[in-house]
């Protein structure tokens, strides 16, 4: 069983910067895949970044919309995930949520692939 809590959501500016934080608690988060999804008003919860665990060190994933401009990281040590949103656009405006699964080590982008869920942190992009 794996509790996260996002944070570090909040109002920015069109070309600001902003990290949120994943914290997990529970054991095994240090072998599960990890991602950030967002969610827009009326929109479907959408992959946004992704990181998994392999044999051979794992890797990252991004969605096309955020490439260069997004950094996913972890911190296993302190049960830790990170977003780092650079040159934020009107467009990023969401609920973000950090989510967990214990599948394995393979590429999930779908939510049903993910059995944990923060409770969401909210992202505004004025223009």
């Known amino acids: 069983q794996v509790l996260l809590v996002e944070s570090g959501g909040g109002l920015v500016q069109a070309g600001g910067s902003l990290r949120l934080s994943c914290a997990a608690s529970?054991?095994?988060?240090?072998?599960?895949?990890v991602a950030w999804f967002r969610q827009a008003p009326g929109k479907e919860r959408d992959f946004v970044a992704g990181a998994r665990v392999t044999w051979n060190g794992g890797g990252t994933s991004y969605a096309d919309s955020v490439k260069g401009r997004f950094t996913i990281s972890r911190d296993n040590a302190k049960n830790m995930l990170y977003l780092q949103m650079n040159g934020l656009k009107p467009e990023d405006t969401a609920v973000y949520y950090c989510a967990a699964s214990d599948r394995g080590g393979g590429w999930y982008y779908l939510p049903s692939q993910y059995g944990y869920w923060g409770q969401g942190t909210q992202v505004t992009v004025s223009s």
């Open positions: 529970g054991r095994g988060f240090s072998s599960y895949a």
